[in-house]
């Protein structure tokens, strides 16, 4: 009862049969790896994935996590019903009804229960062996005598008649269990091997689909940041939207009052030239010559400021002919800017690819195992003496920059005397201008006793204001020559840029003297500090 309901404990709920190779979803249901395989495939085009246990949903095609233990008792329970099937022989004697064979007697070609193997003979030619049903295998096949010795030069099992006067006749023979136990010997060396071979498997395994894992979070964050990105840049077109269209609605506003107060003029001036075409019209239409030339003359149309009045408004028309579109193109040059900091923001580099090299890693230093931290240490690492190795206390990252803006940031502990900085690989590895800072292919941050300075070329300037935080972040604008130092604190804090023409790629570089330097992490966005 208790193997039956084992059994269907470890049938997959898709193919109802036993677990072949098992995976679990983050829910804890598991599947075979084809059977879930093939349901998440169908789900593929709705975007939408559900456990076919317990429908849960992922907004994501979730990760398949191998189930090591499900399947070790997987396997272990099929042997275990396998070897049961193989074993189950019945008493040859018995039959009435079947009883189970303890042991086979390979003379008598029978197998027995407990019952007739305690009457059945016990001289030497009876030899009993472990149930079998194939007792005839075990007789030497031309002279019908048990199978007790095993030829090593033809690799054959033989009788005694074979070894003496067979054609195994003066061949080198063993008895059946020592050839037994040496070929089991070999099986076992082999079984660790093969086991070895499995458990590096299993652990190539397991670090690829962690590395799938970081994907997929990769993916996700890099996912979040192009959204981001984005709603960034929508909302900067709608600012730029709204300020063009605010500075044309001004434009249009003054055009249309200036435009308003000219027309009124030039309605007002329209009004007395009427009156006056009226008044000569009636002076052309009179008889009486007397009336006529007693009636003021008029003389020209128009008097001296009338004809200035005329010159303003033609110069007020010429100038509010057109919209100042200077001024629009130039609020519309703002799209450069929002498009040099969008591939600023695509192409920028995270701390995350800032590795220490172990061949630039002086012999007094320790490097941690994930490349990211240095320690001081007075005991010798033996590392190979080279060109690219630095004398002491000294490494640098793998990782240099060309171009780009870039930062890093550190965290140190125990100690109150290091350097970090940025330094060009042609820096000398040797000597007491090696050190960051000292030569002019370096720049440094670097505490000594309780006093910071930032320095160059073996010149410094220190910092007057007080420092608490052993957080620093390190900002390099490769283009702009330009590399800032700030400290990690609340709010983060400018404490020094050096600007220079920088004239080979830039590595970052730590000096530790009793102290530990970590690279720790930092937004993959890098925005000047303010």
């Not at 060009?424 to 370096?442: E, L």
């Amino acid at each position: 009862m208790a193997s039956a309901d084992l059994r269907v404990e470890l049938d997959c709920s898709i193919c109802l049969d036993t677990y072949t190779d098992p995976v679990m979803l983050r829910c804890g249901h598991n599947f075979c790896r084809v059977c879930i395989d093939r349901a998440l495939e169908t789900q593929d085009e709705s975007g939408v994935y559900t456990c076919p246990e317990c429908r849960k949903e992922f907004q994501e095609r979730p990760a398949l996590m191998r189930n090591l233990a499900l399947r070790n008792i997987t396997e272990n329970f099929l042997f275990t019903q396998h070897k049961d099937m193989e074993t189950g022989i019945c008493c040859t004697y018995c039959v009435d009804s079947p009883v189970p064979a303890v042991k086979s007697c390979l003379m008598c070609e029978a197998s027995l229960c407990e019952k007739h193997l305690r009457v059945h003979s016990k001289s030497s030619e009876h030899v009993l062996s472990d149930p079998s049903t194939s007792l005839e295998n075990r007789k030497c096949s031309v002279h019908k005598k048990i199978l007790e010795y095993y030829c090593t030069e033809d690799s054959a099992c033989i009788c005694v008649s074979c070894s003496l006067a067979g054609e195994h006749k003066g061949h080198r023979v063993e008895m059946l269990d020592e050839a037994s136990e040496k070929k089991k010997k070999k099986q076992r060396n082999l079984l660790q091997k093969l086991t070895r071979k499995r458990e590096e498997s299993e652990k190539r395994v397991q670090n690829l689909e962690e590395h799938w894992r970081k994907a997929q979070e990769k993916a996700s964050g890099e996912a979040e940041r192009v959204t981001a990105l984005f709603t960034d840049i929508r909302r900067q077109l709608d600012d730029l939207e709204k300020r063009v269209l605010s500075e044309i609605s001004r434009q249009e506003k003054e055009e249309s009052l200036s435009l308003s107060s000219l027309i009124q003029k030039l309605e007002v001036k329209k009004d007395e030239l009427s009156r006056k075409m009226r008044h000569i019209e009636e002076m052309c239409n009179m008889t009486d010559p007397l009336t006529v030339l007693q009636e003021p003359d008029t003389g020209d149309l128009c008097d001296p400021e009338e004809e200035g009045g005329d010159e303003d408004i033609n110069r007020c028309l010429h100038d509010v002919g057109d919209l100042d579109v200077a001024v629009i193109s130039d609020k519309l040059h703002t799209l450069c800017d929002i498009i040099t900091d969008i591939r600023r923001g695509i192409y920028m580099e995270g701390p995350g690819d800032i590795l220490l090299d172990v061949n630039t890693a002086a012999n007094n230093i320790l490097i941690s195992d994930d490349l990211k931290t240095a320690t001081a240490t007075y005991k010798d690492q033996n590392r190979p003496e080279t060109a690219e190795r630095f004398q002491n206390f000294q490494v640098m990252s793998s990782r240099r920059f060309t171009s780009g803006r870039h930062y890093w940031d550190v965290e140190i502990s125990g100690s109150e005397t290091w350097r970090v900085g940025m330094c060009y690989p042609s820096i000398d590895r040797w000597g007491g201008q090696s050190y960051i800072g000292d030569n002019n292919k370096s720049w440094c941050l670097s505490r000594f006793i309780n006093q910071y300075v930032v320095k160059h070329d073996g010149k410094g300037i220190k910092l007057p204001d007080k420092i608490s935080s052993n957080r620093f972040r390190i900002c390099l604008d490769y283009e702009a020559g330009q590399l800032s130092f700030y400290e990690l604190c609340d709010p983060i804090r400018h404490l020094h840029t050096f600007t220079a023409t920088f004239t080979e790629p830039l590595h970052a570089a730590l000096c530790v003297w009793s102290s530990s330097v970590k690279i720790s992490g930092g937004r993959s966005n890098w925005e000047k500090p303010s």
